[in-house]
């Protein structure tokens, strides 16, 4: 009898799928709302990738500031207030972040 109660299960699972996909998709609410989450979503991930795009040109011209392409930097013997101060300057940050660390 344990094979029946899966059927049941399957046949009410199919038929609870088939009046929810139905009427949300003939309902002009729900598709403007999957229309507006979708441009959106879209507009998200075009800002995000260009956020992408600009971090890693920021990065490139940090690591050439430092000279990392040549090498690595030794740090040891400077505080680690200059090295934040070199950081940000090489990031274009300006003064008033580095005063808060």
Not at 1 to 14: D, P
Not at 49 to 56: F, I, P, R
Request: proline share 1%; no cysteine; charged share 25%.
């Amino acid at each position: 009898m344990a094979g029946g109660g899966n059927f049941i299960h399957r046949v009410l699972s199919y038929v609870a799928n088939e009046l929810i996909v139905n009427g949300l998709a003939n309902n002009l609410s729900f598709q403007r709302f999957a229309v507006r989450t979708s441009r959106k979503m879209n507009e998200i991930s075009e800002i995000a990738a260009q956020k992408k795009k600009e971090l890693a040109e920021q990065v490139k011209d940090a690591s050439k500031n430092f000279g990392v392409a040549q090498g690595p930097v030794m740090v040891e013997d400077r505080s680690a207030e200059t090295v934040w101060e070199l950081l940000y300057s090489a990031l274009g940050l300006g003064e008033e972040i580095v005063g808060e660390w």
